[in-house]
Nanobody
Framework: QVQLVESGGGSVQAGGSLRLSCAAS????????WGWFRQVAGKEREGVAF???????NYADSAKGRFTISQDNAKNTQYQQMDNLKPEDTAMYYC???????????????????????????WGQGTQVTVSS
């Protein structure tokens, strides 16, 4: 099972930017579906952005136009660039991967309705993002 390590969180003012990183312990070239969830204390974890094995990405409506997901195969790292941050983006952000391959093979990796935490078997420890108004 791949180990995922997030970094890049912090505290910024509204309108600012952060770039989150998720470093994988093995080659990411074969990863079928991985991306980012976020969670506010007391609420369910929600999918933010995911990229599939073909390089296709999709975003939650709340992230479209502001967040950009990318990956560097040479560094085995995925990035989430977050611009024009809002206070409602404040959350713990988690990197996650579906090691089973089911989401990618089924064509669901970039379908927001399929972004259920239970479908992802590999998780990082999380990185906190705090946006002040």
């Amino acid at each position: 099972q791949v180990q995922l390590v997030e970094s890049g969180g912090g505290s910024v003012q509204a309108g600012g930017s952060l770039r989150l990183s998720c470093a994988a312990s093995r080659s990411i070239a074969s990863m079928g579906c991985w991306g980012w969830f976020r969670q506010v204390a007391g609420k369910e974890r929600e999918g933010v952005a995911f990229i599939d094995g073909s390089g296709t990405a999709n975003y939650a409506d709340s992230a479209k136009g502001r967040f950009t997901i990318s990956q560097d195969n040479a560094k085995n790292t995925q990035y989430q660039q977050m611009d024009n941050l809002k206070p409602e983006d404040t959350a713990m952000y988690y990197c996650a991967e579906d090691p089973s391959g089911h989401l990618y093979s089924g064509g669901y990796c970039t379908t927001p309705g399929a972004w259920r935490p239970a479908a992802f078997g590999s998780w990082g420890q999380g990185t906190q993002v705090t946006v002040s108004s």
